[in-house]
């Protein structure tokens, strides 16, 4: 642990797994990357400016939000499509894959690969994940990863290293409540479905747009 960054550090020490001195960490993959806060319904567009500046493609939220609304993805910038990412990024140059989230060790497997990844879940007062089915659903980037080295076994107390467009600080998540979160994704809040200045699924479902989806970059 003396060795990580010292902002990797913080984020440990805020994490609900900091006090448990039964388990130990080692940290397997970490990109560095400077944090974008939303304005507005953007998490999305503001995960991806944040993967998109760590690949040096070096554009703005702004940028991509002109290009996500002239592409019918958005309209204040909001995105609850996870689907539409990977064309969304082919207009900067940005290769990204859509994946599955079927196993928990999939996004693990996509962080080695040299990938940070975008995931939608549901997020509580505290940012970290919930079970919402979709009502509180948000997007964050995850860029690292701290694997418990006591439980060979199991993945259930590792450690996710994530940014998102609400906080300045890293923040360390559980990866197990992050799989869960994003796999309960099933309906946008009522009240997003019934104004008209958000791009939502037409009868409200998010089953097929953002649960067990997350992207790789």
């Known amino acids: 642990m003396e060795t990580w960054p010292a902002e990797v550090i913080r984020a440990f020490n805020r994490s609900k797994f900091c006090r448990d001195e039964t388990k130990k960490y080692e940290l397997i993959v970490y990109k560095p990357i400077e944090s974008i806060l939303q304005d507005g319904p953007q998490c999305g567009l503001v995960a991806l400016a944040m993967a998109m500046n760590i690949h040096s493609c070096n554009t703005t939220v702004q940028n991509i939000f002109e290009k996500a609304k002239e592409l019918l993805y958005t309209i204040q910038g909001e995105l609850f499509d996870a689907r539409v990412i990977p064309n969304l990024c082919e207009q900067f140059n940005l290769k990204a894959t859509l994946?599955?989230?079927?196993?928990?060790?999939?996004?693990?497997?996509?962080?080695?690969?040299?990938?940070?990844?975008?995931v939608p879940y549901d997020s509580d007062a505290n940012?970290?994940?919930?079970?919402?089915?979709?009502?509180r659903a948000h997007w964050l980037l995850v860029h690292g990863y701290l694997k418990e080295i006591t439980s060979f076994s199991s993945n259930d107390y590792d450690l996710v290293l994530v940014q998102h467009g609400k906080s300045k600080n890293l923040g360390a998540f559980s990866l197990l409540d992050l799989f869960q979160s994003n796999g309960q994704l099933i309906e946008a809040d009522f009240k997003r479905r019934i104004e008209s200045d958000y791009c939502v699924p037409k009868d409200g479902s998010l089953r097929d747009t953002l649960c067990n989806l997350f992207i790789g970059i």
């Open 99 to 118: 994946h599955r989230w079927t196993n928990i060790t999939d996004l693990i497997e996509c962080l080695k690969s040299n990938h940070v990844c975008l």
């Open 127 to 135: 940012h970290e994940p919930c079970l919402k089915k979709g009502h």
